[in-house]
T-cell receptor
Framework: AQKVTQAQTEISVVEKEDVTLDCVYE???????LFWYKQPPSGELVFLIRRNSFDEQNEISGRYSWNFQKSTSSFNFTITASQVVDSAVYFCALVLSGGYQKVTFGIGTKLQVIP | EAEVAQSPRYKITEKSQAVAFWCDPI?????LYWYRQILGQGPELLVQ????????DSQLPKDRFSAERLKGVDSTLKIQPAELGDSAMYLC?????????????????FGPGTRLTVL
């Protein structure tokens, strides 16, 4: 069975600081997808990024960057120069390829950016 | 821009009452998911439909929860009777047909959710 662990339940940073959200996953499958979602107070899950298990290239999108390391089964998310609008709960998720592609979510990390 | 619609957005009910939530997926999406998200936790899949058929309801408390998607389009999730522990956010998501094999995945799009409070 697959599992996603987000060890940080809550993080507070001061605006403009960099912050890294950790995600560690477990699966015996060799083909899978990893995701990050943002859930603002309004409740809707907003897709941020998808990464498949064959692509270990790190990715940068504006102030967001992701570090995928299969050797440590980690898919960490960094926000550079954090802003108050980044305050939300962030979820890491895992989907196995094939079948009906059930999504396994971590418990989420609540990020508070203080002005 | 196509979106997943859910109603109501908020529902307050008393214990032992019946409640129902509605979801309208993105047009053309054959797969529909209902998730429950308890405060402080990640979403947990309750039921997954492929067209009108249930393909996964292993986490659905079938003694009180039911879900249907009669015409393979919109869906209703019902709880009867509601219990205090059912207070949560209920999220609906939809996607195109999942495709098997490596290198393929169809992203799930989430609706705004229904926040249920059971008193």
């Amino acid at each position: 069975a697959q599992k996603v662990t987000q060890a940080q339940t809550e993080i507070s940073v001061v605006e403009k600081e960099d912050v890294t959200l950790d995600c560690v996953y477990e699966t015996r499958d060799t083909t899978y997808y990893l995701f990050w979602y943002k859930q603002p107070p309004s409740g809707e899950l907003v897709f941020l990024i998808r990464r498949n298990s064959f692509d270990e290239q790190n990715e940068i999108s504006g102030r967001y960057s992701w570090n995928f390391q299969k050797s440590t089964s980690s898919f960490n998310f960094t926000i550079t120069a954090s802003q108050v609008v980044d305050s939300a709960v962030y979820f890491c998720a895992l989907v196995l390829s094939g079948g009906y592609q059930k999504v396994t979510f971590g418990i989420g990390t609540k990020l508070q950016v203080i002005p | 821009e196509a979106e997943v619609a859910q109603s109501p957005r908020y529902k307050i009910t008393e214990k032992s009452q019946a409640v129902a939530f509605w979801c309208d997926p993105i047009s053309g999406h054959a797969t529909l998911y209902w998730y429950r998200q308890i405060l402080g936790q990640g979403p947990e899949l309750l039921v997954q439909f492929q067209d009108e058929s249930v393909v996964d309801d292993s986490q659905l408390p079938k003694d009180r929860f039911s879900a249907e998607r009669l015409k393979g389009v919109d869906s209703t999730l019902k709880i009867q009777p509601a219990e205090l522990g059912d207070s949560a956010m209920y999220l609906c998501a939809s996607s195109l047909y999942p495709t098997s094999g490596s290198g393929s995945y169809n992203e799930q799009f989430f609706g705004p959710g229904t926040r249920l409070t059971v008193l």
